[in-house]
């Protein structure tokens, strides 16, 4: 289905006044704005907005101006594409902030089997009591870590799965 850019128009009517002839009586105009709501169901077409897409269905009544499909299909891979080096640029962050977080946990662990801050627990019961309940915590910090970074690699996965499933649209 062809794409327009919302310009100025504020609701569908107003778009429908754009796309359709100028003399397409007003059972034609509805039905053009009932096609377009269909074909548009996630969005509010009552509260359109400069830059918006919305996908127009093929109209009997459409002005003979469609688009250059060859310039669309050309834009919405380009856009696509630019979604999947973001992606993977997503990945990528994720995968460095893991790292890096097991990396200080790492580091915190080392820091506690220190002699010297055992000694010190040793001294003071409420820091024993700290040192003795940090491997927990740590523990936990991690798992936390590695449940959040499998999350959101999850969810990118999905995101490339829908990607794959639009790219055939066009």
Known sequence: MPIVVVEQEKTVAALVSRLVKARTPKAGK?????????ANS??????????MIVVVPRLDEARDHDPDPDLVDAALYG????????LD???????????????????????????????AAQQ??????????????????????NEVTASLINGIEQWYTDLDDLSPQW
Do not use: N, W
């Not at 990528?92 to 946990?105: R, V």
């Not at 003071?124 to 870590?145: F, K, M, N, S």
């Open 30 to 38: 509805e039905q053009a704005a009932q096609a377009i709501r269909e």
């Open 42 to 51: 996630g969005l509010d077409l009552d509260r359109l907005r400069p830059g």
């Open 79 to 86: 856009l696509i594409e630019q979604v999947r080096r973001e």
């Open 89 to 119: 640029a997503l990945v990528l962050a994720a995968q460095s902030a893991e790292t890096d977080a097991k990396a200080e946990l790492a580091a915190m662990r080392e820091v506690i089997g220190d002699e010297a801050v055992q000694t």
């Open 124 to 145: 003071d019961d409420t820091l024993q009591g700290y040192v003795d309940g940090l491997p927990a915590a740590l523990d936990q910090e991690e798992q936390t870590v």
